[in-house]
């Protein structure tokens, strides 16, 4: 199986290298802080800020760069309200809206929404 940095390396370039990223993850934060499901967590959050800390740990991810300083995913969450199933999945269908409006194809999306899943036991909540 190919590495996520292989798989996710040609999306970067599709999406415009850093440039695009940036521009990309802007409004995809800025969706999903005017979400009716998910806006809270983002309220009074600097979401451009939050916006360049996810291109870094993208950038690292997709194999653009060498090193990442940020939190880690399971970290990085941790003083927001509980993020529950539901939440997560709300992230998922604006992230999927967000990258056919940026020109990626089904299989592209595919395989970016496949790597966001492969961080939802750090992110959700565990049930009480």
């Known amino acids: 199986m190919a590495s996520s940095a292989s798989r996710l390396q040609p999306l970067f370039k599709k999406l415009g290298g850093e440039p695009g990223l940036s521009q990309f993850l802007r409004d995809f934060y800025d969706r999903m802080s005017r979400d009716v499901l998910i806006g809270f967590f983002f309220d009074g959050k600097d979401t451009a800020a939050i916006a360049d800390k996810q ?3 993208l950038m690292k991810a997709m194999g653009e760069s060498k090193t990442y ?9 941790l ?28 299989d592209e999306i595919h395989i970016w929404i496949e790597f966001e899943k492969s961080f939802r036991a750090v992110i959700e909540a565990k049930p009480s």
Not at 69 to 77: I, T
Not at 83 to 100: A, S, V, Y
């Open 79 to 106: 003083e927001l309200p509980p993020i529950l199933r539901g939440h997560f999945d709300r992230r998922l269908r604006i992230l999927e809206e967000t990258l056919k409006d940026h020109g990626l194809d089904a």
């Open 69 to 77: 300083s940020g939190k880690n995913p399971s970290n990085a969450h």
């Open 55 to 57: 291109k870094q740990f």
